[in-house]
């Protein structure tokens, strides 16, 4: 099973700053098949990044994603107050499919 | 449009089952993996099992294997869930769920309260 971990637990930044989330895998992604996820309070997640640096569709391109094998990163070039939520990475390339424990984006 | 519709969620008293439903439209199941995934109240994602491919592959997370059966129904285009022996610690949101480029579409959501 591939263990995702997700740094930092909680992230407090002021709105128009830069966000940089962490996903570390083990063992490594192959094909970096790893996926971003955004949830805000009561909705359902939503597709932000897939094949570690894609931007699903109609996401801003504040979004973006990188790294390989490994480690991974999301970036929030300038947050926007819709911005905070939770963030999950997630690998799809293994059985079982697995997902990191998230990081939470917050108002500073 | 393409969603997914889950149905079958409820307040269940442990030991007891139940079978999750999820409606599909605007695509065809069968050309997709389609997986449940749960989410316990206040906590993260977890992946539970999917089904997929013309084949019908069948794959569960270990924590569920033995309790949990995913199962589908290509005529009707809907996939299901049974789980059986419940337990407190399965009370969740379960998502239905299409894989194409990660998991691009998801349900609503079905909310299922395990208590006495």
């Known amino acids: 099973e591939i263990v995702l971990t997700q740094s930092p637990g909680t992230l407090s930044l002021s709105p128009g700053e830069r966000a940089t989330l962490s996903c570390r895998a083990s063992?490594?992604?192959?094909?970096?098949?790893l996926a971003w996820y955004q949830q805000k309070p009561g909705q359902v997640p939503r597709l932000l990044i897939y094949?570690?640096?894609s931007r699903a569709t109609g996401i801003p391109d504040r979004f973006s994603g990188s790294g390989s094998a490994t480690d991974f990163t999301l970036t929030i070039s300038r947050v926007e107050p819709e911005d905070f939520a939770v963030y999950y990475c997630q690998q799809y390339g293994y059985r079982p499919r697995t997902f990191g424990q998230g990081t939470k984006v917050e108002i500073k | 449009q393409m969603q997914l519709v889950e149905s079958g969620g409820g307040l269940l008293k442990p030991g007891g089952s139940l079978r999750l439903s999820c409606a599909a439209s605007?695509?065809?199941?069968?050309?997709?993996?389609m997986h449940w995934i749960r989410q316990a109240p206040g906590k993260g994602l977890q992946w539970i099992s999917f089904?997929?491919?013309?084949?019908?592959?069948?794959y569960y997370a270990d924590s569920v294997k033995g309790r949990f059966t995913i199962s589908r129904d290509a005529a009707k285009n809907s996939f299901y869930l049974q789980i059986n022996s419940l337990r407190a610690e399965d009370t969740a949101i379960y998502y239905c769920v299409r894989e194409w480029s990660a998991f691009d579409l998801w349900g609503q959501g079905t909310m299922v309260t395990v208590s006495s």
């Open positions: 605007g695509f065809t199941i069968t050309d997709y993996y």
């Open positions: 089904i997929g491919g013309s084949e019908g592959h069948i």
């Open positions: 063992p490594s992604v192959d094909n970096n098949y």
């Open positions: 094949g570690a640096s």
